[in-house]
C-alpha cells in the first residue's frame, strides 16, 4: 500500500502558520480520500481534516473550520494541510493518512501510523 510521510512541523507563536506536507510513494492516492489526524500528549488521536479525491468536497473538524485548509496535489501525490492562526491547543503531533467514512466518522483505512510532524504553538 501507499507510504505516507508527513513533513514541515515546528515551532511557532499563537497566531502565526505553518503548512504541512503528505507525500506518497509506492502507489498513487488519486483515487482515495486523505485525511489529517493529530494526537496530543495524553490524548486520543483526533480527525482534523477530509479532503475527495477529486479535491473538490472536504471536511472539517469543529476546532480548525476557517484557520485550516486541506488540499492535494494528485500529480505530485501530495496533500497539505495548510495552518492559520494556530493557537496553543492545536500542539500536537499530526499525521496523515487514506482514509474512509465509517459510523463513527472518518478513520484511517490502515491500522498503522507514520511518524508524524510535530506542531508546537507557543502562547
Known amino acids: 500500500q501507499v507510504q505516507l510521510v508527513e513533513s514541515g512541523g515546528g515551532l511557532v507563536q499563537a497566531g502565526g502558520s505553518l503548512r504541512l506536507s503528505c507525500a506518497a510513494s509506492?502507489?498513487?492516492?488519486?483515487?482515495?480520500?486523505m485525511g489529517w489526524f493529530r494526537q496530543a500528549p495524553g490524548k486520543a488521536r483526533e480527525f482534523v481534516a477530509t479532503?475527495?479525491?477529486?479535491?473538490?468536497?472536504?471536511w472539517y473538524a469543529d476546532s480548525v473550520r476557517g484557520r485550516f485548509t486541506i488540499s492535494r496535489d494528485n500529480a505530485k501525490n501530495t496533500v497539505y494541510l495548510q495552518m492559520n492562526n494556530l493557537k496553543p491547543e492545536d500542539t500536537a503531533a499530526y499525521y496523515c493518512a487514506s482514509v474512509r467514512m465509517k459510523p463513527t466518522g472518518w478513520q484511517n483505512v490502515d491500522d498503522s501510523w507514520g511518524q508524524g510532524t510535530q506542531v508546537t504553538v507557543s502562547s
Open positions: 509506492g502507489r498513487t492516492f488519486s483515487s482515495s480520500p
Open positions: 479532503i475527495a479525491a477529486s479535491g473538490v468536497t472536504k
